[in-house]
């Protein structure tokens, strides 16, 4: 079953504008991960944030983590119409099993229009 | 190329037949997982591998579905009599290590997915 709810479900903006997405997850967590996923290719890492960080900085991303509220955000600032595709939001689990499977948000789809 | 391959990468199966996808992690990966990808939503997990053991194979969704990797490298996922539910995109991962570094993880690197279309 998905760890929780993205918001927007779609988010339709125009290059230059910035995007921000929503995740929620349910359980206790020792980091969250924002994955891309464009048609035809597989996910890509974004962006890593672990628990007792409150934000991250990478390129043209921000990522903020709220374990208080057990929510997370990704602002794109700037967007591209390369940015299009869809955005996943990931969470660990099976902290004390020796490895880590991913459960994935259902996903914000982004369009960015020239 | 250096990432992870998966093959077919389009599967037309008529329901009831049987269908293997295949995964190529990257070279030397111990960890390698499958997730299913259901249209319009996140991917699911399926089962886990470390080398050539299946240490976690919970996400199958019935015995229809068996998955191998019998010499900790390329993995199979086998799914019989095909029912059309099953349609999804199925994704393999692999990862260099297991479980925790230092507080860090472990990415995991996607292949492309085959996507199976039951008829």
């Known amino acids: 079953s998905q760890q929780g709810e993205e918001d927007p479900q779609a988010l339709s903006i125009q290059e230059g504008e910035n995007a921000t997405m929503n995740c929620s997850y349910k359980?206790?967590?020792?980091?969250l991960q924002w994955y891309r996923q464009n048609s035809g290719r597989g996910l890509v890492h974004l962006i890593l944030i672990r628990s007792n960080e409150r934000e991250k900085h990478s390129g043209r991303l921000r990522v903020t983590l709220d374990t208080s509220k057990k929510s997370s955000s990704l602002l794109i600032t700037a967007s591209r119409a390369a940015d299009t595709a869809s955005y996943f939001c990931?969470?660990?689990?099976?902290?004390?099993?020796?490895?880590?499977?991913?459960?994935f948000g259902t996903g914000t789809r982004l369009l960015v229009s020239p | 190329g250096a990432g992870v391959s998966q093959s077919p990468r389009y599967k037309v199966a008529k329901r009831g037949q049987d269908v293997a996808l295949r995964c190529d992690p990257i070279?030397?990966?111990?960890?390698l997982f499958w997730y299913q990808q259901a249209l319009g939503q996140g991917p699911e997990f399926l089962t886990y591998?470390?080398?050539?053991?299946?240490?976690?194979k919970s996400g199958l969704p019935s015995d229809r579905f068996f998955a191998e990797r019998p010499e900790g490298s390329v993995s199979t996922l086998k799914i019989q009599r095909t029912q059309q539910e099953d349609s999804a995109v199925y994704l393999c991962?692999?990862?260099?290590?297991?479980?925790?570094?230092?507080?860090?993880?472990?990415?995991?690197?996607f292949g492309p997915g085959t996507r199976l279309t039951v008829l």
């Open positions: 991962a692999s990862s260099l290590r297991t479980g925790h570094i230092a507080g860090g993880h472990n990415e995991q690197f």
């Open positions: 990931a969470t660990p689990s099976g902290m004390n099993t020796g490895f880590q499977k991913l459960v």
């Open positions: 591998f470390q080398n050539e053991a299946q240490l976690d």
């Open positions: 359980t206790s967590i020792n980091n």
């Open positions: 070279s030397g990966h111990v960890s």
